[in-house]
């Protein structure tokens, strides 16, 4: 009997282990697709040298796991929280304010800020749909509003 108990707990224990490495797995794959959007790549900020600067996700209002594994131009996507933004000087970074993953449906809402090289503060909004068909993520629906 306690085998079967010891078992029961086993399978039980990996089944939750697949299911969060699999939800991981479609967080990345979503953050990977809103960091790679068409509409925001002439904003990414570069250094004097004309190499991209990195870019950077705030961890406020939704946040994600430290092992999320996300790149653009060849650097790891760094999470940072509010204290960091000012401390060491980022200019530019995405602000998620909705991350909701049902199923197959990806809701997404984030804004990307930014300063301008002229100083001014810019925001871009992205209001994102995704569906998720055979194992693949794809964006069905987007809405961009500058301000």
């Not at 996507?77 to 304010?97: D, P, R």
Request: charged letters at 20%.
């Amino acid at each position: 009997m306690k085998k079967r108990a010891t078992l029961g707990i086993v399978l039980v224990l990996i089944f939750s282990i697949k299911m969060r490495a699999q939800g991981n797995g479609d967080i990345t794959t979503i953050l990977q697709k809103c960091i790679d959007l068409p509409e925001l790549e002439q904003l990414y900020p570069v250094n004097s040298d004309g190499s991209h600067k990195p870019v950077y996700v705030l961890q406020h209002g939704v946040s994600f796991p430290e092992n999320t594994a996300v790149s653009k131009f060849g650097k790891r996507v760094q999470f940072v929280n509010k204290g960091q933004l000012n401390s060491e000087n980022i200019g530019a970074y995405f602000l998620f304010w909705e991350y909701k993953i049902d199923q197959d449906i990806a809701n997404i809402d984030f804004v990307y800020n930014l300063n301008n090289a002229d100083g001014n503060p810019k925001s871009v909004r992205v209001i994102l749909t995704m569906r998720k068909s055979d194992g693949l993520w794809s964006i069905v629906n987007t809405k961009t509003e500058g301000r």
